[in-house]
């Protein structure tokens, strides 16, 4: 006699914040791929001459909602991902164990430094 299943609704994972926030994690590394292809695509582009395709690609209005939907979904990740660093990064000083929080601090500092050196060089 098959062993009884109780039906599980579609969508399950929507009903804790946890969950909803593990699924969406897993699915920003779609948005991740894309946001990989997309760069690479810009500089092969640059280096072959079709950089005029390309922006008028990237024009395009279905283009533009795709990279700012891509963008929520880098951010998304971005700070799940180094929420996580607290965690897998013990750090011990002078005999006691850096705060989670001083630890998620530097990280967030070293995130905001690296992206105001990438906007100067390429906004310079």
Known sequence: MPEYR???PMLWWAKRRSYLVFMLRELSSVFVAWS???LA?????VGGGNYQQFLDFSANPVVVVLNVVTLCFLL????T????????IVIH???????ERTVLAGHYVAWLVVSAIIA???LA
């Open 6 to 8: 109780a039906p599980m």
């Open 36 to 38: 990989v292809v997309y």
């Open 41 to 45: 695509v810009g500089v092969w582009a």
């Open 76 to 79: 998304l990740h971005t700070i």
């Open 81 to 88: 991902w180094l929420g996580l660093a607290p965690h897998a």
């Open 93 to 99: 000083l002078r005999g006691r164990r850096v705060p």
């Open 120 to 122: 100067w060089v390429v």
